[in-house]
Nanobody, 124 residues
């Protein structure tokens, strides 16, 4: 069973920054895996934010966050650096991972494993 634990959420003013973290017990969880983040607002559909295959050569971002969010990985932790946050970025953010092959590692929400989520609130 894969366990992912997010942290780093909070409340910021528009234009501010946050860095989310997603930790797992073993770095092997992320070897040859598709990793990503998606977000959800109550009453709305989930929205994919970013996806990256474990090698990190190619990263995919949704148009809504491109140029503002950056994903990275250090051993057993995935990070999502978010800058120039806007009120529309307010959501619960989930990190996720699965065994999708490189060709299917795209921005999406239907990952096999996800964490419990961390709340990000951006005030105007």
């Amino acid at each position: 069973q894969v366990q992912l634990t997010e942290s780093g959420g909070g409340t910021v003013q528009a234009g501010g920054s946050l860095r989310l973290s997603c930790a797992t017990a073993s770095e092997y969880t992320f070897i040859n895996r598709c990793m990503g983040w998606f977000r959800q607002v109550p009453g709305k559909e989930r929205e994919g934010v970013v996806a990256v295959y474990s090698g990190g050569v190619t990263t995919y971002y949704s148009d809504s966050v491109k140029g503002r969010f950056t994903v990275s990985r250090d051993k057993n932790t995935i990070y999502l650096q978010m800058t120039n946050l806007q009120p529309e970025d307010t959501a619960t953010y989930y990190c996720a991972v699965d065994r999708a092959p490189f060709g299917r590692c795209q921005v999406r929400t239907d990952f096999e494993y996800r964490g419990q989520g961390t709340q990000v609130t951006v005030s105007s």
